[in-house]
């Protein structure tokens, strides 16, 4: 058992080093657009707020190439001041000097938020000098950043390393909800997979093939699965790349004597019609481009949604952005809410949609993680979770 922030002892006064994930959308007047990931981690910081520790934050945001004003975490800053009831403070940096004295000058239960570790060269190479110049800054690290999990970074990784360390609450209830649902199932265990490239999600979808009972594939990948099984997909995007490991795919699902489902009709555009009319066809052809899941699809997938007693759900059915191409996405997200099964949703794009329809309440469990949600549910566990201390017995 991995060592959780409420197995450690004798926080009153310490500096604790806190990786959060704080990886959000914020568009260029500074607005945050979905604070799912703050909201998420703002239990573990209250915890030690309570514990009366000196809380430093860590978090990246997007992958800037050295400094730039729109990724810096000051707006998060502003918003963590009216969500926590305690003195919150921003400093532009990461190591040095100055951080070292903002850190003195914090009183008991406050927070210090720090600059994106991105801006500083050495984080994402997991530089061991970055590491333990952060360690230096504090006297013990907990790690609640899941949705970074899968990536060894400086402050993620190294300072683990370096630093006594715990994970925190969001990391614990990740591991637990994830766990569960792929090492003991409830059956039928149904498992919906979108989004556009089918080499980033092999792994996961031989995993479900092994684990779940139905594999629903949706989104611009299951146009690859078509042009595998030899259907005309038109103009729609194909990973010309991954057709044979598709195939292969297939056949491992059939092997298995498990239902993979793919769409049986499409929302499409063609590309020289410039009158932009929307068909609703059965067959692609020509240069039409397939954009969505059509309605006798959306019947078929939501058939076999209703037999589930778990569902997982990784990725979008559709160009969900554009209201034109939403209503796959839209409808099995409706589906999978109204579905008695345990839901489990991961990854950004899927997310995003499921607040944008404002479902998130309704489904059992939401992930905060994309890559690392699909890594742990494949491998069992991610390198930074492998770094934290085991409980003392």
């Keep these: 058992m991995k060592r959780t922030v409420k197995d450690l002892a004798g926080l009153k006064g310490r500096v604790v080093l806190v990786r959060v994930d704080f990886n959000v959308p914020i568009d260029d007047a500074g607005e945050i657009l979905d604070t799912t990931r703050i909201v998420n981690a703002l239990p573990t910081i209250k915890y030690l707020v309570e514990k009366k520790a000196r809380v430093v934050l860590m978090s990246h945001l997007d992958r800037p190439d050295g400094y730039d004003v729109r990724k810096s975490l000051w707006p998060i800053a502003m918003l963590l001041m009216k969500s926590l009831p305690c003195s919150v403070t921003f400093c532009n940096s990461l190591v040095g000097d100055e951080v070292k004295a903002r850190i003195k000058a914090m009183s008991e239960g406050s927070v210090l938020l720090l600059e994106n570790t991105r801006f500083f060269e050495g984080e994402v190479e997991c530089s061991m000098k970055l590491s333990r110049e952060i360690a230096k800054m504090g006297d013990l690290f907990v790690n609640d950043a899941f949705g970074a999990a899968h990536r060894k970074n400086a402050s993620t990784y190294g300072v683990a390393r370096v630093l006594p360390n715990a994970m925190g609450l969001l990391m614990e209830k990740e591991i637990d909800a994830l766990g569960v649902a792929i090492d003991n199932p409830k059956h039928p265990f149904v498992a919906v997979v979108g989004g556009a490239k089918v080499k980033t999600k092999v792994a996961i979808l031989r995993k479900f093939i092994e684990k779940a009972d139905t594999i629903i594939i949706g989104g611009a990948m299951a146009y690859t699965f078509l042009k595998a099984k030899g259907v005309n997909v038109g103009a729609s995007i194909v990973d010309k790349d991954s057709i044979e490991v598709a195939r292969e795919i297939m056949q491992y699902a059939e092997d298995a004597g ?136």
């Design 258 to 393: 498990k239902k993979l489902l793919l769409p049986i009709d499409h929302i499409a555009l063609s590309r020289s019609d410039k009158q932009r009319v929307i068909h609703t066809t059965k067959k692609l052809g020509g240069d039409l481009v397939g954009y969505d899941i059509g309605p006798a699809t959306i019947s078929l997938f939501k058939k076999e949604i209703a037999t589930a007693k778990q569902i997982f759900w990784n990725g979008p059915m559709g160009m969900f952005e554009n209201s034109y191409f939403a209503s796959g996405t839209h409808e099995i997200a409706i589906a999978i809410a109204s579905s008695k099964a345990y839901s489990i949703v991961g990854g950004g794009d899927t997310v995003s949609a499921v607040n944008k329809y404002k479902l998130a309440e309704k489904m059992s469990f939401i992930s905060t993680g994309g890559g690392a949600t699909m890594e742990f549910m494949e491998k069992g566990s991610l390198p930074c979770i492998d770094v934290i201390q085991e409980k003392a017995l």
